[in-house]
């Protein structure tokens, strides 16, 4: 029977108990739930609301009940609702009215709203974790092969010559802004809002300064109106998360068009790919076409979050039950995809001859002959048309740059001299010397940047 129904005559109907209750989701908060009700039954003692005694009582029963959790061994009950009564019930149970004193100066509107911040606090600390591990294999990879050079892309055509390296530690830039980014979140998380009742606060001298400190909050809530309702801090993360997973998505794209035949930038290890049920030659890049798909969930749970929250009156609805679910597979296939990401991207195998040969193919180096007209004097508009002609010409001769002759050359601007030969794959790369190029010296630096990073995001 659910306790909460002594005001009714009637029992609750079968199906409205289903489809009301939490309890198949939210029971994986038991660990918040619970680390929030010990906390509460030690201010409640410090403060002389129960007594020394009865407090001891009640955690110990907590920890044990958190024990049968763990164990599989409490019934978790649909019509009890949610994970705070089933909870409550069970500890009254065992303890019988001293546990019924828990309830003193609290909702559930309270817990909720403390459980998830505790949830998402973990979370984002866990992510960041796994953010900084991605990057390190992003810059084992890059110092693995760093004098690698391939064609760097724009419009998915051939642009210019890049450093592999380069390319990488691209990627190390979006996953550190993510890593700022749940940082930032983590700020407004990190606010303890215990104390706020079912929506005005509590009648009884509460100490909610203990309660942050117990939990290892940095601040608490100023308003009881607002920490009851808000769900901010759980659309942040999910907004944190769906960038991290767009530039997921972005090198799980890279990683399928490296990994075919047509680029052959890499190779996938054994481990991390997958094989086709009809065709025996296929090595398929799944993991990455996963994640890459995985993408739209966790931007629908941003969206649908959203949408839930929009134009709710203060203070606490029930529609916010339905913040749960979203969160919890976002996290998890957030956490999921840093994971099989890292281990994909430490047991690639760059092809670093092959790739070089790709960036020696078509007129990558056209805009370095401009470059080199300009050096002698000539505007860049004008240097562009003039190498945009001698682009068109080799075409039609079937020639590189470096199979024609100087005469050819000569034919466009008298300007071109021997030394036009020079103009390589490696001095274009080495050209681009400024901060923020690809130049070797530049990308070295780069690197150690980078690392110094991760050192300090580690500690
Ligand atoms: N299961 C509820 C939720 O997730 C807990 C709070 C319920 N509060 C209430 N007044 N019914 O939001």
Redesign the pocket.
């Known amino acids: 029977m659910n306790p909460l129904r002594n005001r009714f005559r009637k029992e609750v109907e079968k199906s409205v108990v289903e489809y009301t209750a939490?309890i198949p989701f939210?029971k994986r908060l038991y660990r918040q739930d619970i680390a929030g009700s010990i906390a509460h039954a030690r201010m409640l003692a410090k403060q002389g609301i129960i007594s020394e005694k009865e407090a001891e009582l009640i955690v110990m029963g907590l920890a044990s009940i958190r024990e049968e959790i763990e164990r599989g061994i409490l019934d978790l009950r649909a019509d009890l609702?949610?994970i705070?009564m089933n909870i409550e019930a069970r500890l009254i149970e065992k303890i019988w009215v001293v546990g019924r004193k828990l309830l003193t100066a609290r909702s559930?509107?309270d817990q909720?709203a403390l459980d998830m911040r505790l949830f998402a606090k973990e979370a984002i600390s866990d992510t960041i974790e796994k953010l900084i591990e991605l990057q390190k294999a992003l810059l084992d990879l890059a110092e693995a092969n760093k004098d690698v050079i391939m064609p760097g892309y724009t419009h998915l055509q051939r642009a210019q010559p890049v450093l592999f390296a380069h390319h990488l530690l691209a990627y190390f830039e979006m996953l550190q802004r993510d890593v700022e980014r749940f940082r930032d979140c983590l700020k407004r998380t990190d606010v303890m809002s215990l104390g706020s009742g079912a929506l005005a606060g509590v009648p009884y001298p509460i100490d909610r300064a203990f309660l942050a400190q117990e939990l290892g909050f940095a601040r608490v809530s100023e308003n009881s109106m607002d920490a009851v309702s808000d769900r901010d801090f759980v659309i942040e993360y999910q907004a944190a998360a769906s960038l991290a997973m767009m530039h997921l998505s972005r090198l799980a794209e890279e990683s399928v068009l490296w990994a075919s035949a047509e680029f052959g930038v890499v190779e996938l290890d054994e481990a991390y790919a997958t094989g086709s049920s009809i065709m025996p030659q296929k090595k398929n890049p799944d993991v990455a076409e996963l994640a890459r798909g995985k993408t739209g969930r966790v931007y629908g749970n941003l969206l649908a979050l959203l949408t839930t929250m929009k134009a709710l009156p203060l203070s606490?609805n029930?529609d916010?039950?339905e913040d749960?679910e979203g969160l919890f597979d976002t996290v998890d296939t957030l956490l999921s995809t840093l994971d099989v990401f890292t281990g994909m991207v430490r047991t690639l195998r760059v092809k670093g001859e092959k790739i070089r040969l790709a960036a020696e193919e078509g007129y990558i180096l056209a805009t370095d002959l401009a470059d080199y007209l300009v050096r002698k004097g000539v505007p860049f508009r004008e240097a562009h048309n003039i190498v945009g002609g001698l682009v068109q010409y080799a075409l039609e001769k079937g020639k590189t740059f470096k199979e024609l002759s100087l005469s050819e050359y000569q034919s466009f601007s008298p300007l071109f001299a021997e030394d036009v030969y020079s103009i390589t794959v490696e001095s274009s790369v080495r050209a681009r010397n400024i901060l923020g190029g690809t130049a070797p010296e530049q990308v070295k630096e780069a690197l150690t940047r980078a690392r110094k990073i991760v050192r300090v995001e580690d500690e």
């Open positions: 939490s939210d609702e949610d705070h559930r509107n909720i606490y029930r916010m039950q749960k």
